[in-house]
């Protein structure tokens, strides 16, 4: 858990604060223009991620319960998630889209005063007081994808149901 504290520190958190200190600082400059602009930019973005990453859930949704459950390497997991998906594509995507929206909410309210402070404050105070907070959103992230992975994980052992009951069915044939 360390590990990933550290990792996800210097890949995603501190970076972050840095683009979003440059951004408001630049913003302030520049006017509300750039301000509109960032922000639909920031979103348009976003929108093109959150599509991608519903795609890719459709297939890979539950490969990470696979691999726990039932062993072998990360190809044979990610084949055994596309097989199991395989007819509950559109499930899971929309099971992930309702999760997704729930996500992006409390994430977003999480984001709110953060936007708020480092909008108001300059320079170093602004990158020190934008840094500490990523902490709570980094949190935050942690209960969001504790979450996702029970939601992985009963998705799985839904799918497992139907695959049991389907093998049982065979033995009759």
Known sequence: MLARLVVDAVVAIVPASVVLVLLVSSTQEAGTASLVLAVLAVGALYAVGLV??????????????????EGGGPVAALSRS????????????????????????????????????????TGGVAALVVTLYSLLLYVTSLMLLSFDTALEGVFYAELLREDDAREIARTFE
Do not use: D
Request: proline fraction near 3%.
């Open 52 to 69: 991608a990453m519903l795609v890719v859930r459709a297939f890979l949704g539950v490969s990470g319960p696979v691999a726990f459950h």
């Open 82 to 121: 596309v097989e199991l998906l395989r007819g509950h594509r559109s499930s899971m995507a929309r099971t992930r889209a309702m999760w997704m929206v729930i996500a992006l909410v409390v994430y977003g309210l999480a984001n709110v005063p953060m936007l708020v402070v480092g909008s108001t404050a």
